[in-house]
């Protein structure tokens, strides 16, 4: 696919702050972190910023913005409304979850229990994210059982990241930078998996499947369709060469795991902002990267009529 920076974008802030709300969600109400209005103020708003803003950047990439509402009436078939439904519900019970315990200082009750549920939808709203593209059957590199686990767990890695660089501004934090690095590995390995899936598995279709002539013998295309680049080959047949790939795949590698790793296993034990901050940048530059390639190495089979041998 094309990567629309929109949509990369989308994925990558979404994820990070529907992420951030799960873990605020979850930890206020069982007393996890500091029930201050500071620490409330500053970790509700990045959650909600991020997360709006990567809805809105989805909306915009749009071609007819102004028709977007009605994708929210086909929940009961399509993961994208259903992903657009969650990501409104979710801010509802967020709000009161907010106003309750920067407003009035509550966070047990009621308002906690608003507060998980915002953390339910939120993860909901991943979920329903990520098996957009694990549905779509057309894309091998999208189809497969390693997408859903990856997109949770690096939202979750997002959240703790950000996660354990708010947290210390209030407190010194030991749970938190430990559930990290484990959430981190977690995220790597899925990440690795899925990449080492897509490089080694066998691609489903070919001209000869697509056409169903392979049983008379070899088959290919007597022509293209067309003699310059259209849109079918714009948004679903990019190319990007190996050592690009390669050269991305070790920034993501770098950037998204490998830094963050070192940077909070030395906040850990240096009680360092600094160290924390620096986990958190590189994170979103190497999140940044990974998405880019998730939309860059993947193949739409119609390609096949382009002139792909397999996809």
Known sequence: MHPALSIVFFTTASGAGFGLLVLTGIAVPLGLVPQNFGFGFVALATATVLAAAGLLSSFLHLGRPERAWRAFSQWRTSWLSREGVLSVLTFIPAAVFGIGWLLFGRTSGFVGL??????????????????????????????????????????????????????????????????????????????????????????????????????????????????????????????????????????ARAAAFAVPLVATLVALFAMSIIAAAVAVLSAALGLLVERWLFFAEAKHTVTLYYGAATV
Request: charged share 15%; aromatic share 12%.
């Open 114 to 251: 608003c507060g998980i549920l915002a953390a339910a939808l939120a993860i909901g709203t991943v979920y329903c994210t990520g098996m957009i593209y694990r549905s779509l059957k057309p894309i091998h590199q999208w189809h497969n059982r390693w997408v859903l686990p990856n997109y949770l767990a690096l939202a979750l890695m997002a959240g703790f990241l950000l996660l354990d660089l708010i947290v210390r501004f209030w407190a010194l934090p030991v749970a938190i930078p430990v559930l990290t690095l484990i959430v981190v590995g977690l995220a790597w390995w899925t990440k690795e998996r899925y990449w080492r899936f897509i490089d080694t598995s066998s691609a489903p279709s070919t001209v000869a499947s697509a056409t169903g002539l392979g049983r008379r013998g070899a088959v290919r295309m007597l022509e293209p369709p067309n003699t310059e680049e259209n849109y079918l080959l714009k948004e679903m047949g990019y190319r990007i060469a190996r050592k690009h790939r390669l050269r991305l795949r070790f920034i």
